[in-house]
């Protein structure tokens, strides 16, 4: 594991950091540069309001991205690299028909971000631990480019994985 974080703080961060909504505001700004001022509800149509407000602040709140005034909402450093990851991961699972050969970009984020969690968490990735969730041996092995992604950009950045924790109850 990541020796900086808990268990729970992992978990957390990964389960932000999986949300569909934010996978594809990151990806959608990383893929075709700022959105415009106001310009989410069109590039996002088929999102709610509620979704659209909901990756935003948390894209904000991580430092994934900024607002710059007539330029729009662009991607930091922290969330470039982010999506260095989601590319990464995306790769890896489509290589390996990872959940399934018909997934999509997203759930291949989000599943693959998980596994890797998994395995950052036992600080393994070909032990017989994860078997029976790897397509193949190969697919363990290639699993290591992901999973050192991950663990550099937790490292480089524990302010956004803190900050992806729930808020204790008052």
């Known amino acids: 594991m990541t ?3 808990t268990t729970a703080e992992l978990r957390d961060a990964v389960t932000t950091l999986s949300s569909p909504p934010l996978i594809r505001l990151v990806t959608e700004i990383d893929d075709n540069g700022p959105i415009p001022p106001r310009g989410t509800a069109r590039t996002f149509a088929d999102l709610s309001v509620h979704q659209l407000r909901q990756a935003t602040d948390m894209a904000r709140t991580l430092a994934l991205v900024r ?3 007539g330029a729009g909402l662009g991607l930091t450093p922290t969330g470039a690299e982010l999506a260095d990851i989601y590319d990464a991961c995306a790769r890896w ?3 390996h028909a990872y959940p399934t050969g018909a997934s999509d970009f997203t759930s291949r984020v989000q599943h693959t971000l998980s ?3 998994t395995t950052l968490q036992h ?3 070909g032990s017989s631990l994860f078997a029976d ?3 193949s041996a ?3 092995a290639d699993l290591t ?3 050192e992604l991950l663990r550099q950009w937790l490292n480089a950045y524990p302010q956004a994985v803190r900050r992806a924790a729930p808020e204790p109850a008052a």
Do not use: E, H, K, Y
Request: cysteine-free; proline content about 12%.
């Open 133 to 135: 969730q790897l397509p």
């Open 67 to 69: 607002g710059r005034p």
């Open 123 to 125: 600080d393994t990735v």
């Open 93 to 95: 699972a489509r290589r």
């Open 145 to 147: 480019g992901p999973r």
């Open 138 to 140: 190969q697919a363990g």
């Open 115 to 117: 596994l890797v969690a």
């Open 3 to 5: 020796s900086s974080f």
